[in-house]
């Protein structure tokens, strides 16, 4: 069967919200909304006691962590102090305590490690495994290539995006906690130990309470306007890279998947160009990045030179005038530059909180379109049911794609068990979707398409895909059939030097040859006991003898399967029942036969094929 993007056209990545006309992006909460319920049920389920435990565990040694540095801070003065007034044993007790204050320290910031990052890989893991089940089941990952919801490179989405959607989520949690706690105990400190700052004016004095205090928070809210407004276009842009990155990566995927094609048909020099041009876009998206991120390190900069300097100059006036000891200004600073930190979280991680955004965006479009995609198709879509008479019919089916434009017209059939039909002619594009409709795939059209009760409906390749591992994972795939079972399968269908080769684990998509891997596909097929069989040009690769041999083990096998055979190859039309030719009338596929033939096809006939 030809990929899909013989039906589609040449595949293109796919608009995101921010390029699609009349469509605009989420905004920022919106995005941490979606993100936040889409993610939110590690904490629930299953997974619940690992999540909740490794969560409170970090919480609790960020608080103790907090206060270790509170303590350390108190010993400072403490130290000082002792220096300023020459007290050895007071300063020789503290030298002895500090080792222990370093060890606690330490040991807290081991816990908080390994607990974060322990915690980052789990929840990481259930995210991916949650996007990669809802992706990969129910065939969703084809489903949602035709419906045109498809956000550009899902696979890259669900590998590194959501890696960089949940690691520094955990990582602002701990800045953002640890931050709150901070402010809380170090404001006290500037408090306790800055006190008022008493000015002499003409008239008199005036007192400023808690002076340190006030300078510390309309410095620290300053700068924090000063960075969200510079700033505020900084995640988009972001956002336009990292979609800039995904077009190129795209763009060198699409040479390697058409490799063959274009080095036969030496387009090389087209590949070129097209990927010059994504790169050149990409360019200019990171040019615009670095400037807006220029423009905010003129204030980060100028921030965090200043911040060690300001609190001592606050302080210089009450130690010069002997209301602060030396010990007094260490702490002042210190806290002053830890509520700082604490304040300007949003300035500290400004960056990776707009680079999370981006990628929490790209995985919330994922999640939504795969959502989006188990809904009815809009407009017209085909019915799917079971007969009452173990017959498959096609009534009037007309398929279109999803831009309205039909494919094939007014197919109309019905097949008892045992039969075989050969469908050549004008197939075109319609074919494709007639073997993708038939196997629950092709969503748009009319008329109905009606199988047997039960019936599990097999498509049989003209290339079939030979995934990673044993070549006994690519036969079975149930992964329950006896050794033996598979091994006679291989010999019946001309594999016998495979048989005794069904554990190697081999890259068996380069090891095997197209006419191998075509008989592989028809054993394959057997073994799934299908009832019903859709050949798309499978035996192209095989001479007329030897594809009539393997279409004949077939029938053997599954005497009452009902197979259609798509196309020109070999041994399709002699082995077939019954016929059905279509041609190509305005545009449009159509059924070849009279109105004497439609009769026949709905009742079953489909014109004989001759003995």
């Given at each position: 069967?030809?990929?899909?993007?013989?039906?589609?056209?040449?595949?293109?990545?796919?608009?995101?919200?921010?390029?699609?006309?009349?469509?605009?992006?989420?905004?920022?909460?919106?995005v941490?909304?979606?993100?936040?319920?889409?993610?939110?049920?590690?904490?629930?389920g299953?997974?619940?006691?690992?999540?909740w435990?490794?969560?409170?565990?970090?919480?609790?040694?960020?608080?103790?962590?907090?206060?270790?540095?509170?303590?350390?801070?108190?010993?400072?003065?403490?130290?000082?102090?002792?220096?300023?007034?020459?007290?050895?044993?007071?300063?020789?007790?503290?030298?002895?305590?500090?080792?222990?204050?370093?060890?606690?320290?330490?040991?807290?910031?081991?816990?908080?490690?390994?607990?974060?990052?322990?915690?980052?890989?789990?929840?990481?893991?259930?995210?991916?495994?949650?996007?990669?089940?809802?992706?990969?089941?129910?065939?969703?990952?084809?489903?949602?290539?035709?419906?045109?919801?498809?956000?550009?490179?899902?696979?890259?989405?669900?590998?590194?995006?959501?890696?960089?959607?949940?690691?520094?989520?955990?990582?602002?949690?701990?800045?953002?906690?640890?931050?709150?706690?901070?402010?809380?105990?170090?404001?006290?400190?500037?408090?306790?130990?800055?006190?008022?700052?008493?000015l002499?004016?003409?008239?008199?004095?005036?007192?400023?309470?808690?002076?340190?205090?006030?300078?510390?928070?309309?410095?620290?809210?300053?700068?924090?306007?000063?960075?969200?407004?510079?700033?505020?276009?900084?995640?988009?842009?972001?956002?336009?890279?990292?979609?800039?990155?995904?077009?190129?990566?795209?763009s060198?995927?699409?040479?390697?998947?058409?490799?063959?094609?274009?080095?036969?048909?030496?387009?090389?020099?087209?590949?070129?160009?097209?990927?010059?041009?994504?790169?050149?876009?990409?360019?200019?998206?990171?040019?615009?990045?670095?400037?807006?991120?220029?423009?905010?390190?003129?204030?980060?900069?100028?921030?965090?030179?200043?911040?060690?300097?300001?609190?001592?100059?606050?302080?210089?006036?009450?130690?010069?005038?002997?209301?602060m000891?030396?010990g007094?200004?260490?702490?002042?600073?210190?806290?002053?530059?830890?509520?700082?930190?604490?304040?300007?979280?949003?300035?500290?991680?400004?960056?990776?909180?707009?680079?999370?955004?981006?990628?929490?965006?790209?995985?919330?479009?994922?999640?939504?379109?795969?959502?989006?995609?188990?809904?009815?198709?809009?407009?017209?879509?085909?019915?799917?049911?079971?007969?009452?008479?173990?017959?498959?019919?096609?009534?009037?089916?007309?398929?279109?794609?999803?831009?309205?434009?039909?494919?094939?017209?007014?197919?109309?059939?019905?097949?008892?068990?045992?039969?075989?039909?050969?469908?050549?002619?004008?197939?075109?594009?319609?074919?494709?979707?007639?073997?993708?409709?038939i196997?629950?795939?092709?969503?748009?059209?009319r008329?109905?398409?009606?199988?047997?009760?039960?019936?599990?409906?097999?498509?049989?390749?003209?290339?079939?895909?030979?995934?990673?591992?044993?070549?006994?994972?690519?036969?079975?795939?149930?992964?329950?059939?006896?050794?033996?079972?598979?091994?006679d399968?291989?010999?019946?269908?001309?594999?016998?030097?495979?048989?005794?080769?069904?554990?190697?684990t081999?890259?068996?998509?380069?090891?095997?040859?197209?006419?191998?891997?075509?008989?592989?596909?028809?054993?394959?097929?057997?073994?799934?006991?299908?009832?019903?069989?859709?050949?798309?040009?499978?035996?192209?690769?095989?001479?007329?003898?030897a594809?009539?041999?393997?279409?004949?083990?077939?029938?053997?096998?599954?005497?009452?399967?009902?197979?259609l055979?798509?196309?020109?190859?070999?041994?399709?039309?002699?082995?077939?029942?019954?016929?059905?030719?279509?041609?190509?009338?305005?545009?449009?596929?159509?059924?070849?036969?009279?109105?004497r033939?439609?009769?026949?096809?709905?009742?079953?006939?489909?014109?004989?094929?001759?003995?």
């Amino acid at each position: 069967m030809r990929s899909r993007d013989s039906v589609r056209g040449e595949p293109s990545p796919v608009l995101t919200s921010d390029e699609m006309p009349g469509m605009a992006p989420p905004g920022d909460r919106q995005v941490a909304l979606r993100f936040a319920e889409l993610t939110g049920g590690f904490w629930r389920g299953h997974s619940a006691g690992r999540a909740w435990f490794w969560s409170l565990l970090l919480a609790g040694a960020i608080i103790f962590g907090v206060f270790a540095s509170v303590t350390i801070n108190r010993w400072n003065g403490w130290f000082f102090d002792a220096l300023e007034k020459k007290d050895a044993e007071s300063a020789l007790i503290a030298m002895a305590v500090f080792p222990v204050l370093v060890l606690i320290a330490a040991g807290l910031g081991v816990v908080i490690l390994v607990a974060r990052e322990t915690f980052q890989v789990h929840w990481r893991q259930w995210v991916t495994a949650t996007l990669a089940d809802s992706w990969i089941s129910h065939r969703r990952f084809f489903r949602l290539s035709l419906s045109g919801y498809e956000p550009a490179n899902p696979e890259y989405r669900i590998a590194d995006d959501v890696r960089w959607a949940t690691e520094p989520v955990v990582d602002f949690a701990i800045g953002l906690l640890s931050a709150v706690i901070t402010i809380i105990t170090f404001i006290e400190i500037l408090w306790e130990i800055g006190g008022g700052l008493t000015l002499a004016t003409g008239g008199g004095t005036i007192v400023i309470p808690a002076y340190l205090v006030l300078a510390a928070i309309i410095y620290a809210v300053l700068v924090s306007l000063l960075v969200t407004f510079v700033g505020r276009r900084l995640p988009r842009l972001i956002a336009a890279r990292n979609e800039g990155e995904a077009r190129l990566r795209f763009s060198l995927m699409r040479i390697r998947d058409h490799d063959e094609t274009i080095a036969l048909a030496r387009t090389e020099a087209g590949e070129r160009r097209a990927v010059a041009r994504t790169y050149d876009s990409l360019v200019q998206r990171w040019l615009a990045m670095i400037r807006q991120r220029g423009r905010l390190t003129w204030i980060t900069n100028g921030s965090g030179a200043l911040v060690p300097v300001v609190p001592l100059l606050l302080a210089a006036p009450k130690y010069l005038s002997g209301e602060m000891s030396l010990g007094g200004v260490v702490q002042v600073a210190a806290a002053f530059v830890a509520v700082q930190n604490a304040f300007n979280w949003v300035l500290d991680n400004f960056m990776r909180i707009a680079e999370w955004l981006a990628a929490a965006r790209r995985v919330n479009e994922l999640a939504d379109a795969l959502e989006r995609v188990d809904g009815d198709p809009p407009g017209e879509h085909l019915a799917v049911t079971q007969s009452v008479d173990g017959l498959l019919h096609l009534d009037e089916v007309t398929l279109i794609d999803r831009d309205g434009r039909t494919l094939i017209a007014d197919i109309g059939l019905s097949l008892p068990p045992g039969a075989t039909l050969h469908l050549s002619g004008e197939l075109g594009l319609g074919k494709a979707a007639l073997i993708q409709a038939i196997a629950g795939l092709w969503p748009w059209g009319r008329g109905g398409i009606v199988l047997p009760p039960g019936a599990r409906v097999t498509v049989v390749p003209q290339k079939l895909h030979l995934s990673e591992g044993s070549l006994r994972a690519v036969v079975d795939t149930a992964l329950a059939l006896p050794t033996e079972r598979l091994e006679d399968a291989l010999r019946r269908y001309g594999l016998s030097g495979f048989a005794a080769r069904l554990d190697e684990t081999r890259d068996w998509d380069k090891e095997l040859a197209t006419g191998d891997r075509q008989r592989l596909a028809l054993a394959r097929a057997e073994l799934e006991q299908p009832d019903v069989v859709l050949l798309d040009e499978a035996t192209s690769a095989l001479e007329v003898d030897a594809a009539l041999e393997l279409l004949a083990e077939l029938r053997a096998a599954r005497p009452g399967a009902i197979i259609l055979a798509f196309g020109q190859s070999p041994g399709f039309a002699e082995a077939a029942s019954h016929r059905l030719l279509l041609k190509r009338a305005g545009g449009v596929v159509r059924m070849a036969t009279t109105e004497r033939g439609r009769a026949e096809a709905r009742a079953g006939h489909i014109e004989p094929a001759p003995p």
